[in-house]
């Protein structure tokens, strides 16, 4: 998509870009050969001077001069040239952030491997792991996900962000990640479905309260299942944008998520839902 963009370039908006796909100038490429003939001259030189910018940031895979150039509502044009150096992420914690609250586990998922960690094992191996990645996908991770590592581990995060919260809101979908799973199709089966972010806290509490090892496993799979999520639905929101796009332009194939390496334990949520739930 971003060889098919103009938006990025100072002064060319909405109405701007699309006149000049309604030109027949499609790409960049297009541009350079053929600029439309109701731009200016100098107008027209001053837009082929930014593509040869951005055909050199692409090049040398400069993620950050699209994503600071783009209005936010086009920032997910980014995702099919850099898919390669992106990771998608979330957190468990104990709360939302009051003093006190910490980091329990934090998944990683960069479409070929799964990474996760564990307050007082592996923790502060995502410090230096996580800048490996130029791009970060999350749901509602500009609110919570990210300031919560910063404030944590006293870190700046300053990759581009694509927050699945804000893109799948811009196509008609809202309501929590759980809820737009079910709505895109890839609702959660079985016992899966009833863990949540509350239910996450008591998992850890019971982990380390009695040493129970199913409980960590099971927040890890809850965990984890949200990261292999994460990318069905950026794909698949990627390509939905791409429908108001008037351009031919291949979408994505929808990925295969590998299976996830732990496991839900039913007992263990059954017996903490005995202890804390009524019914």
């Not at 491997?113 to 094992?121: C, L, M, N």
């Not at 995060?157 to 809101?169: E, K, N, V």
Request: charged share 25%; with cysteine; proline share 3%.
């Amino acid at each position: 998509m971003l060889q098919h963009s103009f938006s990025h370039i100072p002064s060319v908006g909405v109405k701007t870009e699309r006149k000049i796909w309604g030109s027949g100038v499609c790409s960049m490429d297009d541009f350079i050969a053929s600029p439309p003939v109701f731009l200016s001259k100098n107008n027209s030189g001053r837009i082929a001077d930014h593509i040869h910018i951005s055909k050199e940031k692409i090049a040398s895979k400069d993620v950050i001069h699209f994503y600071n150039n783009f209005h936010s509502r086009d920032q997910w044009r980014i995702f099919r040239e850099f898919r390669d150096s992106t990771v998608y992420l979330d957190i468990e914690t104990t709360g939302l952030g009051a003093p006190g609250d910490i980091i329990t586990t934090i998944a990683l998922y960069d479409g070929k491997e799964i990474k996760y960690y564990v307050q007082g094992e592996n923790l502060n191996d995502f410090r230096d792991d996580i800048m490996a990645y130029q791009v970060i996908v999350t749901y509602n991770g500009k609110t919570f996900d990210i300031p919560f590592i910063e404030n944590y581990f006293d870190i700046s995060i300053s990759h581009a962000h694509l927050d699945l919260r804000y893109i799948l809101y811009s196509l008609g979908y809202s309501g929590g990640l759980k809820l737009c799973e079910r709505r895109l199709g890839i609702g959660r089966k079985g016992i899966l479905a009833d863990v949540d972010g509350f239910f996450a806290v008591l998992l850890w509490n019971d982990y380390k309260k009695k040493h129970k090892d199913k409980s960590l496993e099971t927040l890890l799979a809850y965990n984890i299942e949200d990261v292999l999520n994460l990318e069905y639905l950026m794909v698949e929101a990627y390509n939905r944008k791409l429908n108001d796009i008037p351009l031919s332009i291949n979408k994505l194939n929808i990925p295969r998520s590998p299976n996830n390496p732990f496991d839900i334990d039913e007992l263990t949520i059954k017996r903490i839902k005995s202890q804390y739930y009524s019914y």
